[in-house]
């Protein structure tokens, strides 16, 4: 079947001309209508576009000019900017907003000859860890539909693991792509912050944001990685580097590779099926050589703290821009021009993102400023020189991506702390910049459980190749849910 | 260190939220129950650290100064609630 197949194995089919781009195309919407009712991962689905796009493919492969990605289908976070196609960040406050050009990243995947599906829903700006705070709908998990697929690339992650795409684009700002894919049992990459362009991505957390790829495995996530990356002009934070090479993904070797274990991210608090599965992935890779050694990270205790400072602080900035003038429906009955701001604000945005645009507003104002905000970018610089000293000894830091398999769907949703609680393991990575994945590494009561690799700035395509020998070592690494 | 009511107020009117008495009571337990969190990096020494507001550090970009096409007027207006003569039209900002 052809939505079984890997992106690469419909890659090199379609560069073969053993499949059309259309077939491919057309099995996956095909497949979104019948089954996407259950999962609810997107929010829209562009049939006519893609087919349209299949079709320019496709002359590309029969004119010999195809790239790597040619033909082969991807579904976009509904917070990246689609030329003509509705992107709402999955609030209230941009229903019907049409953006008027793409984002870096969508260009760059229709350069490659990729087919966009459709927009993945999301928690509205990207905000939570369950997609349940979208104002549009619910999004589930393929491996038990009772239960959440995580977030806030909730959508992204659930049709990568329901076969309702191939490869799909996610952001990740605290932890919104690898957490996800922990709970769906999928790949998820947060690329070096500045190796994928933030243009037209919605913003967020400015200093923290970064698109990346979810893929079945490591290899299509290269794969899609390799396509988005690289410098870009209109991002002033984008790096110079060339784009993420996945050329040596496959020559890498478990074989003293030195892996550190922070004991911070094996407390108390991880659940005892999380903590066996990633242990016993840790002793399968000490069997292929790698040299694992337990450190203790004291700043990893802080990260929840520090970054519900910095983000919602960014957060409350940019989010300025919902005012309902350029763009978004303006509420009535407002007095005056700031009236129609608070009313229309008020209207538009949901519960969570008021509370961050609340907590940064406040964490920013005259009096608090330097307790607050100051401090916390102070011990984000104590996080990122422990960061640098672990680095001097490992090539790697290992770790649950979340202490949590998949909950149940409301059972998260009454207390917004406890939830905020599970980011710390993934926070790290955005406050430093560093490059993380999670990829599946085993099983508890019938859910995957996430395992995550952090590597230094700009050491993308070292993770890669380490996470593919990790990916090879651990034979539950690449199972499939058990969908329709 | 907690937040008052009044507080609360204050900062959704920083914020441009218009926000019912129910939301500011629940922000205002929300709000705190963060702020009870906070304590926990102000017993840190941060002595001499400097302050990181970003993840990887950059320092000023140039662009090279070449022209390039801008996105047309009616394409910027088309999203907007209300638009005149090529114009995003607002309420009254200054009033009698």
Redesign the interface.
Known sequence: MITQLTATELAQRIARRELSCREVAEAYLDRIETHDPTYGAYLAVCRDVALEQAELAQHRVDRGEAGALAGVPVAVKDNISTDGIETTCASKILQ???P??DATVVRKLKEAGCVILGKTNLDEFAMGSSTENSAYQITRNPWDTERSPGGSSGGSASAVAAELAPLSLGSDTGGSIRQPASLCGVVGFKP???RVSRYGLVAFGS??DQIGPFGRTVEDAALLAEAISGHD?MD??S?PNPPIDRRNLKSGSLKGRRIALPKQMFGEGTHPGVLSAVLAAVDILKREGAEFGEVSMPTI??G???Y??IAPSEA?SNL?RF????????AEG?K????????T??EG?G?EV??R???G??AL?AGYYD??Y?????????M?QEFERTFQDYDAVLSPTSPMPAFKIGEMSGD??ALKELDFCTLPA????MPGISLNCGFTEGLPVGLQLLAP?LEDERLLQLAHCVERALPDATRRPPIP | MS?SLD??RH??R??????DDA?IL??QG??N??LG??A???A?D?TG????????A?QN?W??DIPFET?PRD??L?????TKAGL?V????I?D
């Open positions: 019907g907003y049409v008027p050009y070096t912050y500045g200093s923290l002009a002033s934070t790096l205790d802080l929840v703290t520090t519900y400072i409350s300025a005012d309902g003038i350029r763009y978004g429906p303006r407002g005056g021009h700031v009236g129609m701001v608070e009313r604000r008020a945005f519960h008021k509370a645009i609340m907590i507003t406040y104002s307790a607050y100051v401090r916390a970018l102070q011990v984000r610089s104590l990122r917004p702390l955005n406050m430093g910049g700035p | 937040i507080e609360v900062v959704a920083l914020a441009r939220l218009e926000l939301e629940s922000l929300e709000l129950a963060l969190h906070f926990d990096i102000q840190v941060t650290v400097d302050p990181q507001s970003h993840a990887v950059i970009v662009s090279e996105l394409r910027a088309r999203n907007a609630a209300l995003f607002v309420p009254t900002i009033e």
